[in-house]
């Protein structure tokens, strides 16, 4: 029974993440944002402060227990490299390269015990209240 009601659990959580992914997305539209637009943004959401962010947040510390928790944190430790990452090459004149910090994050994976804490995955997903208040902490801190 009990792991029913955590697939239960998941379902709802994923499906409350992604009718908010949805509603972001028919937010911007409607307040004239093109498709390139969202879609650009996006995956730099995705791919320039998330995904870094994750990797670096689990190369210290492991996972955080949830799939929400490890998105969440990874996002914000993300932004704080990103800023981090943005004044060390601004003040070393290059800022044309910035867009290179994400793969840094990268080599941390050649690092045995690093490694294994990146790719540990979480035990559950979180929530719906969760996902909620995770996304609104989120995007408010961006």
């Known amino acids: 029974m009990t792991r029913w009601r955590s697939l239960g659990r998941a379902m709802m959580s994923g499906g409350t993440l992604l009718g908010l992914a949805v509603a972001a997305i028919w937010w911007l539209s409607r307040h004239g944002v ?55 090459f601004v003040g070393l004149g290059g800022a044309r390269l910035l867009f290179l910090w994400p793969l840094a994050t990268l080599a941390l994976l050649l690092v045995p015990p690093a490694r294994r804490r990146i790719l540990e995955w979480p035990r559950e997903f979180g929530s719906p209240v969760l996902v909620v208040t995770a996304s609104l902490v989120t995007l408010s801190l961006w």
């Open 34 to 88: 093109d498709a390139g637009g969202i879609i650009t943004h996006g995956l730099y959401y995705l791919l320039a402060l998330t995904l870094p962010g994750i990797v670096v947040l689990k190369a210290a510390l492991g996972t955080r227990g949830t799939w929400i928790a490890d998105l969440v944190w990874g996002t914000i430790a993300g932004l704080c490299l990103e800023l981090l990452a943005w004044a060390m």
